[in-house]
């Protein structure tokens, strides 16, 4: 059901996107603070829901369907925040833009291997990748409103960077998972004269 707590907690990942988009435009420490807050609560609640969905056997379909995207707005929207608000500039934009290709990449790969019935696991590199990818991008929503004695955009930038270099290798990971499926499953080319693809005769 859409109204069971599992599926709340990831809906509440999407509804609290346009708050923290919002805050943005605050020149305030309270608002990066606030985003930050925010943005932390949402990470916390990817965990929740997959684990009382599975504890109270209380998957479904749309949950399954609605975690991932729910993940995948939440950080791009904030990524292009950072990269529009200067607090992620010059060549750290391409940590950011690795980060979004990939995720793309792996959405598409995921839909495709569904029609196959194929399952993508997610390995622990991918889950340590996520896990300093929104640390770092919750230290660069605070940025310069940060502690002066604290180097905050430093510490995010370059956790973006390493998240940026795991999300490479993942990505490869399950790309390569993904060609095998797909070249296990080719098509059968049509013979000759068969529907489709009829015999030329002579003129």
Known sequence: MLTSLPNLLTLSRIAVIPVVVGLFYVPEAWAAYTACALFAAACI????????ARAWEQESVI???????????????TLIMLVAF???SGLSVLAAVVILLREVLVSGLREYLAGLNVGVPVTWMAK???????????F??????????IPVT??????LWVAAILTFVTGWDYMRAGL???MAH????????APGNPARTPG
């Open 180 to 182: 095998k499926h797909m």
């Open 45 to 52: 609640t990817d965990w929740f829901d997959g684990y009382l």
């Open 86 to 88: 200067a607090r992620l």
């Open 63 to 77: 949950g399954k369907f609605l975690d991932p995207i729910a993940d995948k707005l939440l950080v791009a929207a």
């Open 128 to 138: 340590w990748k996520t896990t300093i990818q929104m640390v770092a991008i919750g």
């Open 154 to 159: 430093l510490i995010g930038t370059l956790g």
């Open 140 to 149: 660069l929503i605070v940025g310069d409103y940060g502690p002066v004695h």
């Open 186 to 193: 080719q098509p059968a080319k049509p013979r000759k004269g």
